[in-house]
């Protein structure tokens, strides 16, 4: 057992987690841990990224269980359609009827879902390292670590960027008409087979994304460390246009 892995048992024995940890899991975790962190001056379309969308039972991520995760890969300018993933995590208890109409996962499937942490290492084992890319990833971020500090007992951090802010500093044209992740899509004839369900999201994110990529290659801003500033500068220019009226 690594040093990492012990303090995170120890975190675990301490704050009474209910899940535990087995011999494999430990291991496992001990794997992906050990992983290499990829280079961050690397346009992503000569480099793996992971486009992801979550489920919650709320609207709440800080509270609502992780219901559902769906990933999907760009490698080297492409979508891998054969590399996603797809998982429900087994839930205690099932969500509202209201929640269930929303993302269209029943009783039965939450019933028999993953268990959580299987689920997650399998996420884990996914993404590997990669940049993971999301629209608003502040609401995927928030219940990915919930679910991982819960179940797995550390907390997790990611590189993450998000096309909601990319998207208007690389289409200023479009930031006053196209806000929420339906205005993207709709200005580009990106088709959703079954909106917020988490694979078909990430699917139709990931087809935006590729429209990004191209923008921004355009203007020299390829890879993660440039777009992440671009990003950035996007979230200070829309948070001093809220604060002056």
Not at 95 to 122: C, F, K, W, Y
Not at 231 to 240: D, G, I, L, S, V
Request: charged content about 25%; overall charge positive; glycine content about 6%.
């Amino acid at each position: 057992m690594t040093a990492g892995t012990f303090l995170i048992e120890l975190l675990r024995y301490v704050t009474g987690k209910r899940d535990s940890l087995t011999h494999e899991y430990v291991q496992r975790l001990d794997v992906w841990r050990a992983q290499p962190r990829p280079r961050d001056d690397v346009p992503l379309t000569q480099c793996r990224c992971v486009v992801v969308d979550v489920e919650t039972a709320g609207l709440d991520p800080r509270r609502d269980a992780l219901i559902a995760i769906g990933a999907v890969t760009l490698r080297d300018g492409h979508i891998q359609l054969a590399e996603h993933l797809e998982v429900v995590l087994r839930q205690d208890a099932v969500s509202t009827r209201d929640n269930i109409l929303v993302h269209g996962i029943g009783g039965m499937a939450q019933r028999g879902g993953q268990a959580p942490p299987e689920a997650l290492l399998g996420f884990l084992e996914f993404v590997g390292k990669a940049p993971l890319i999301a629209f608003h990833v502040m609401f995927d971020d928030t219940a990915l670590r919930r679910a991982v500090r819960h179940h797995l007992g550390f907390t997790l951090r990611a590189r993450w960027l998000d096309l909601a802010y990319l998207m208007p500093a690389l289409f200023p044209e479009h930031a006053r008409s196209a806000r929420t992740l339906d205005d993207w899509l709709r200005l580009f004839g990106i088709e959703v087979s079954q909106r917020h369900n988490a694979s078909a999201d990430a699917l139709a994110t990931a087809q935006l994304l590729l429209i990004a990529l191209e923008r921004a290659h355009r203007h020299g801003h390829s890879d993660y460390r440039t777009l992440h500033k671009l990003e950035k500068a996007q979230r200070y220019t829309r948070y001093q246009s809220a604060a002056t009226g």
